[in-house]
């Protein structure tokens, strides 16, 4: 069954998360094979949250660009560098297809060879030597075992033409000859007792009994076959290994992880059908074929506390979105299909998510019922922002008859481990950010929770610098940086030096100055944006 990843924003919060983990949950209570993911690294009051209900941490997802994994290459098809030509060309004919990857016995590629190759190598062949194994030539001549000494053949291949006496003089017997020879006991007695190593015995020709105890003793191989010797000649070199004619030129290899487009980018110019497939340890994993490419298995995805693709993992352009869960303003993301848009004015995802619990009939576990309770808890400030609602308080009440916590006691103690002041400045800032377009400009909202604002505030000039860098990274033409103090109930403000005018109109304050604290200012979503995209888009 297909996957579908279900992930909050970019720079996740606590309600983002415990949203990505709870709808996840509920999918694959409804069958749906759904897996939880993160598009940033978690903060502290989060990691407290799923550390107190004992929930592991999501997986970090990179992006969700199509990767060759997700195209319907051929899996497992390769083969060993002990089959036969004729094997190979066989396995070619019955695949319909016109190359095969070649592997050693760990599956790790040795060569590529295509059907082109084995035709010129076999029509150009002069060379009259074996190197195979004992069954490669008895199934390639549908031969029948007389004497096997030996699993590896390696020698001169050799046919008997010549008159005994002419034979004795003009051809040399040793070790390393395979000779291919009638009902001629003669020369058969003259190959054994030379010790050579194999004898093909054409037409299914008698070998005497004291012919086979002798090649026993002397360890040379015989296989009889009803072929002629004609035909016989003329397929042997077909049980040779696949690895003795195989080109020394490396072919062009693709991994799993490779990203389509890139792939697509660099073979445009190349005139090549057949790219073996690797994964990360070099494990050969199949074939792709160029020509075959016809149906993209684009990754499914839900969105959930976000809609707007710059706040997304990268790559959600070549990703199917199959539902969006989210309480912000609708932004411009759009999709090749109707799907389900589940949008609410409330002040926590997880309330939202807590209703489709309802209507689909799943039971809440303790578990589930505190990743939610949490995740209104922190975006609605323990219902201090202006973005609560009578629902969340509700919500929230019905969900702590399963948890049965002492929210003011819990509350407190999750805000105090999100609000510790860690890491440096760029990632201090970095934490939460979200960025929002109005007609062609953008602007970036940061905030921070925390307790001890004069650490920030006595470091303001430091702060300032990197925002003005953090600006030119995420080529944003505004960035706001909200340094957010729960017991005050207010916000102080940071702003790149093009943007003070702009928050002093957007804000209506006159005197307005990087540093100044915005009474009852908690809520970037309810108190910042859209203020600032009424002044954009005047």
Not at 237 to 255: A, T, V
């Amino acid at each position: 069954m297909e996957k579908l990843y279900v992930f909050g924003h970019m720079n996740p919060d606590s309600d983002s998360v415990c949203a990505a983990i709870t709808l996840a949950n509920l999918k694959r209570h409804l069958g749906i094979n759904a897996e939880e993911r993160v598009l940033g690294d978690i903060n502290k009051e989060t990691e407290f949250i799923l550390n107190y209900f004992k929930v592991k941490p999501p997986k970090y997802l990179n992006d969700v660009k199509l990767k060759i994994k997700d195209i319907n290459y051929r899996k497992g098809l390769y083969m060993g560098v002990h089959d036969s030509v004729q094997e190979v060309y066989n396995y070619m004919l019955k695949e319909s297809t016109t190359g095969v990857p070649i592997v050693d016995e760990d599956k790790k590629l040795v060569n590529l060879i295509t059907a082109k190759d084995i035709l010129n190598k076999l029509l150009k062949l002069e060379d009259n030597t074996l190197d195979t194994s004992y069954e490669n030539i008895l199934n390639t001549l549908n031969g029948k075992t007389i004497v096997k000494a030996t699993k590896e053949i390696k020698g001169t291949l050799k046919a008997v033409a010549f008159a005994h006496s002419t034979f004795e003089n003009k051809v040399v017997l040793d070790e390393n000859s395979c000779l291919i020879v009638g009902d001629r006991h003669y020369i058969i007695d003259l190959a054994i007792r030379n010790k050579v190593k194999l004898i093909i015995v054409v037409g299914n020709s008698k070998v005497k009994k004291e012919h086979i105890d002798l090649a026993r003793k002397n360890k040379v191989n015989i296989i009889s076959t009803p072929l002629n010797t004609f035909e016989t000649s003329r397929i042997i070199m077909y049980s040779n290994y696949i690895s003795k004619i195989l080109n020394e030129k490396e072919p062009y290899i693709i991994h799993e992880n490779d990203y389509y487009t890139d792939f697509e980018e660099w073979s445009r110019n190349i005139k090549i059908d057949n790219y073996p497939v690797l994964d990360k340890n070099g494990i050969c994993k199949g074939l792709l074929r160029k020509s075959e490419i016809n149906k993209l298995k684009k990754k499914q995805v839900v969105l959930v506390d976000h809609n707007e693709s710059e706040q997304s993992a990268h790559g959600l352009e070549e990703a199917k979105i199959t539902e969006i869960v989210d309480h912000h303003k609708i932004g411009k993301i759009s999709t090749s299909s109707p799907i389900n848009f589940r949008n609410m004015i409330v002040g926590s995802t997880n309330t939202i998510i807590y209703f489709i619990y309802k209507e689909n009939g799943v039971k809440i576990t303790k578990q589930i019922a505190g990743l939610m309770l949490s995740g209104i808890i922190s975006d609605t400030l323990m219902f201090k922002s202006p973005t609560t609602t009578e629902i969340d308080k509700k919500v929230v009440n019905e969900l702590n008859k399963i948890c049965k916590l002492n929210l003011e006691k819990y509350s407190k103690e999750m805000f105090r481990k999100g609000t510790v002041l860690e890491g440096t400045i760029k990632e201090i800032i970095g934490r939460d950010l979200k960025t929002f377009t109005s007609g062609d400009t953008s602007f970036t909202v940061s905030q921070v929770f925390t307790m001890d604002y004069e650490e920030i505030l006595n470091k303001k000039e430091e702060y300032l610098n990197e925002i003005e860098e953090k600006k030119q990274d995420l080529k944003t033409d505004h960035f706001i940086f909200l340094i957010t103090d729960i017991i005050q109930s207010g916000s102080y403000i940071l702003t790149d030096k093009d943007t003070i005018t702009l928050a002093r109109i957007a804000l209506n304050n006159s005197k307005l100055t990087n540093g100044t604290f915005l009474k009852n200012v908690v809520s970037r979503k309810k108190q910042i944006v859209p203020l600032f995209i009424d002044i954009l888009e005047k």
